[in-house]
Structures are given as C-alpha cells and as structure tokens.
C-alpha cells in the first residue's frame, strides 16, 4: 500500500536542508542536496511507519506564511555582578 506525505522542507543557518513530516511525530532528516534529502526523508518515513503504534492523521498541506515578530531584549547581569550580590 502507498500512501503519500507532506514534506516541509528548509534550509539551515550551516547550509543543510532539513526535512520534517508532520504526520509523523518525530520524522525528519538533512542533508547537503536536495536529491540526498529526498532519499534520506522516504527512508525517514518508512522507519517512521514500522514505529508509529498510533493512529497517523493525514494533513492536507495548506501553505507556508512568514510572521515577523519583534524580539524581546534579554537582560543579562554579568559575573561580577552577580559575585558582589552574594
């Protein structure tokens, strides 16, 4: 029996494409290329299937947005400081 999976792909700060299936809890991989990465996400998949005891629902894959966030500042005290508070 085939099924078929949704696939997220993206592209690391060091360069490598890394895959993940949704469906799947815990199914994904990388690689340098895409066409390793493909080889390496079914083989992700199918060890995935032989695991998986629970039920796996099926996404219908609807798109990809990008949100902009503003990021907090982080408040950091330095080492002297925190030695003189003790």
Not at 22 to 27: D, E, I, Q, V
Not at 64 to 86: D, G, H, L, P, W
């Amino acid at each position: 029996m085939k099924r078929e999976f949704s696939v997220i792909i993206e592209k690391d700060e060091d360069g490598y494409y890394v895959s993940t299936v949704p469906a799947l809890k815990g199914c994904h991989t990388q690689a340098k290329s895409l066409d390793e990465l493909m080889e390496r996400t079914k083989e992700a998949i199918e060890l995935c299937l032989e695991e998986e005891k629970d039920i796996i629902y099926s996404y219908d894959f609807i798109g990809v947005q990008k949100i902009t966030v503003k990021e907090k500042a982080k408040k950091y005290r330095s080492r002297q400081s925190t030695k003189k508070n003790k």
